[in-house]
């Protein structure tokens, strides 16, 4: 029961959605072909440097609606390694774990990762709705280009999926953003923005996980500084 407890916790850690009917990587591939729409064809590819950590294409699917929105997330492996909370091969395998996803992660140094190509729907958003968008209850993942931020929050946010001693056990300096990730989230929303042109740059279209699912998120939280990218 200890054990089974352990791992529905850790599934807190990372951004959840229902998982998707499985299929091999060719049967996903042929599904793609036949269900396209034409204005899910990708976009002008950013000319950003960043590295290439594809998640398993189990992990999103082909999109069902144009791009209006960005969503901002936390994650970390605090849980199982609070000493190493941002180790990016086990953050990784925990999106592989649990069939779940982001379009980009971003390090705390800064560095960008592309984990699922904007052209598909990732699985980061989950339920939940915006009070001026209610045709997109709990369907937003089809809408927005999720971004995850290397991060923890408050022990007050992080109570829910942690024990106290375990969130006391993890350095300050992993607590809170680091000035190089505010730095490549202000390029990279920038980006994405020049190349989807839906998403209008406001408050009302780049928002946190905790906007659209108040009752179970809290990311990016109360330690996130929005002016810090301009908002």
């Not at 969503?71 to 970390?76: C, K, P, Q």
């Not at 984990?115 to 598909?120: A, F, G, N, S």
Request: aromatic fraction near 10%; glycine fraction near 6%; charge should be negative.
């Amino acid at each position: 029961m200890l054990k089974i407890t352990y791992l529905c916790i850790t599934l807190f850690l990372i951004t959840g959605c229902a998982k998707p009917t499985n299929h091999t990587e060719k049967q996903l591939d042929k599904i793609d072909e036949i269900t396209a729409p034409a204005w899910s064809v990708p976009s002008e590819p950013s000319n950003l440097d960043m590295e290439e950590w594809l998640l398993p294409k189990k992990n999103s699917r082909v999109r069902g609606a144009p791009i209006t929105h960005v969503m901002l997330h936390f994650t970390n492996n605090a849980l199982r390694s609070p000493k190493d909370p941002y180790n990016i091969k086990e953050v990784y395998a925990l999106f592989e774990e649990y069939e779940v996803s982001a379009h980009y992660m971003i390090g705390r140094g800064g560095e960008i990762y592309l984990m699922v190509p904007e052209e598909r729907a990732a699985f980061h958003a989950g339920k939940g709705h915006l009070l001026n968008y209610q045709e997109y209850e709990s369907g937003l993942n089809d809408f927005s280009i999720g971004i995850e931020l290397l991060a923890i929050g408050t022990k007050e946010e992080m109570l829910s999926i942690m024990p106290e001693d375990i969130y006391d056990s993890i350095s300050p300096t992993d607590i809170g953003y680091t000035d190089a990730q505010y730095a490549s989230l202000k390029i990279l929303l920038k980006d994405i923005l020049k190349r989807n042109p839906l998403i209008q740059n406001d408050r009302e279209h780049i928002i946190g996980h905790h906007e659209y699912a108040p009752v179970r998120k809290s990311d990016p939280g109360e330690m996130f500084d929005w002016s810090r990218i301009g908002y």
